[in-house]
């Protein structure tokens, strides 16, 4: 809080016109409460009770099946809470079920098997048409809720390890037969609580909820290597009234990336992702700090992000998609970010990313408007902007205030750069392009 203060303190001082506006803003603890219900569970079973053995060896995937099908098929008043105490246990994946919580006490880690051989598989996602790494099915999330509704993952930051290693290595070799594992994914689900968890080398995403809604992630921590591939930290997918705040993530792709689906599966099953708030979130990642895409083919809208601190970027803010995703990707606003050693601020193009195969409609051209980008405060940031629009579908309404981004050695860096686009700035240093600076008054009317 007070760490906060200091440092949008520094972000208002770049121009004294907003500093009342934006410290008041630090002032004020907004919180991802009233989402999701939060419910006490008085019916508490643990895993040992199943045999489940902390001992690091031990394959406990029997009893985390046993006990969550005691929850599923007993169906206690209230839900049950799963009690998982401190110790090493090492598991296949397993599916979660409604109305139950994960409690990792402190020192309880769930480990995944390196057993790859035995991963069980599963059908491609419709709106991504196959795995998006390999054709066909893709490998089960390691801990997976499909069809579930209130269920809470929680404790005291016990861990969740995908010992992702070996799985790495295998895209590193180009041996991997199926798209990698999920550390948690929830499908079709409702009414989940992700909180006081520490996620750790996941084999692929770590946190990804596709088909959702109402999904609040808090005080997590999620750690992989730099250099771990793909390993993004929460990518919301075709989710709806997801919260996501208070988290530290450091991995080796995306921190927070919102998605929608993939080219002509995500257009044709056409669910989009929208009212997902991000605040609060630090961390440091070679790709992008907050994204949204590149797979946006069923629309993203209304994403808000705030007090975002990122040290070591490859890019602070990424809006990405391309030509044959379709989509619309509209009123996205992203406000009090602190950015040190970024490639690049800002960065909002049509021009990323691959495509599920052949067949996708070189026609069907993304559209990004109703873009707010306030209060950003940089340095170490090698270029400032890239904004580039598509020649048929440019940016519009592209808004950009108070933002000052300082190069690696003072305040110059490399220039914006952009095309294709429209909307205006104010308050920019280094001065944008010319496309925004002659400036439409029409988008500072709600700052
Ligand atoms: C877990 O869920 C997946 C996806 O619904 C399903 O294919 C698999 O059979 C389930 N596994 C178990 C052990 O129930
Ligand atoms: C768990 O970690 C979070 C995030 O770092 C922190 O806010 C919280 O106080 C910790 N909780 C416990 C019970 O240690
Ligand atoms: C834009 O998104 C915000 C959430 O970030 C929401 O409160 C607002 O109503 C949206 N505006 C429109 C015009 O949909």
């Not at 070799?173 to 199926?178: C, G, M, N, V």
């Not at 929460?234 to 927070?256: A, F, K, R, W």
């Not at 990336?257 to 257009?267: C, L, N």
């Not at 020649?391 to 519009?396: A, D, E, G, M, Y």
């Amino acid at each position: 809080m007070v760490r906060r203060c200091v440092w949008e303190t520094l972000a208002c001082l770049s121009t004294a016109l907003v500093i009342l506006k934006c410290c008041s803003v630090a002032a004020d603890e907004v919180t991802c409460s009233g989402i999701v219900p939060m419910v006490y569970r008085n019916d508490k079973i643990s895993i040992t009770d199943f045999g489940g053995v902390g001992d690091g060896r031990t394959l406990n995937t029997k009893a985390f099946n046993e006990a969550i099908y005691r929850i599923k098929h007993l169906k206690r008043r209230g839900g049950t809470l799963l009690y998982i105490p401190p110790g090493v246990y090492l598991t296949e994946s397993f599916n979660l079920t409604s109305r139950m919580t994960l409690y990792l006490a402190n020192g309880a880690v769930i480990k995944a098997t390196q057993n790859t051989a035995n991963w069980p598989l599963v059908a491609p996602l419709p709106s991504y048409g196959r795995g998006r790494e390999r054709p066909g099915g893709r490998y089960l999330s390691f801990i997976h809720g499909e069809g579930v509704h209130d269920v809470i993952i929680t404790g005291e930051n016990g861990t969740i390890d995908g010992q992702g290693g070996i799985w790495w290595n295998m895209w590193r070799q180009r041996t991997l037969q199926y798209t990698r594992p999920n550390l948690i994914e929830f499908k079709d689900s409702r009414n989940i609580i992700i909180s006081n968890v520490i996620f750790k080398n996941s084999p692929f995403w770590n946190i990804h909820p596709v088909y959702c809604s109402n999904v609040v992630i808090r005080h997590v921590t999620i750690l992989a290597p730099s250099d771990s591939p793909n390993t993004d930290g929460i990518d919301p997918d075709s989710s709806s009234h997801v919260c996501i705040e208070d988290s530290y993530i450091s991995t080796g792709d995306d921190l927070v990336a919102v998605k929608s689906g993939w080219d002509e599966y995500g257009i044709a099953y056409g669910r989009p992702s929208h009212d997902i708030t991000i605040r609060r979130v630090s961390g440091s990642c070679p790709f992008a700090g907050i994204a949204v895409g590149s797979e946006t083919s069923g629309g993203v809208y209304n994403v808000f992000a705030e007090h975002i601190t990122l040290n070591h970027m490859g890019v602070g803010i990424h809006l990405k998609t391309n030509i044959g995703r379709g989509g619309i990707i509209r009123n996205i606003t992203v406000s009090n970010v602190y950015m040190v050693n970024a490639r690049k601020g800002i960065k909002i193009a049509g021009d990323v990313g691959d495509h599920p195969d052949e067949n996708y409609n070189r026609n069907a051209l993304p559209v990004i408007k109703h873009v707010r980008i306030t209060n950003v405060w940089g340095k170490k940031v090698q270029q400032a902007g890239l904004i580039m629009g598509l020649k048929n579908s440019p940016f519009t309404d592209i808004c950009l205030s108070n933002i000052n981004l300082h190069g690696p050695t003072g305040p110059r860096n490399v220039p914006w750069k952009c095309s294709d686009v429209s909307g205006g700035a104010i308050q920019v240093i280094p001065s944008p392009c010319f496309e925004l600076t002659r400036s439409n008054r029409k988008c500072f009317t709600h700052f």
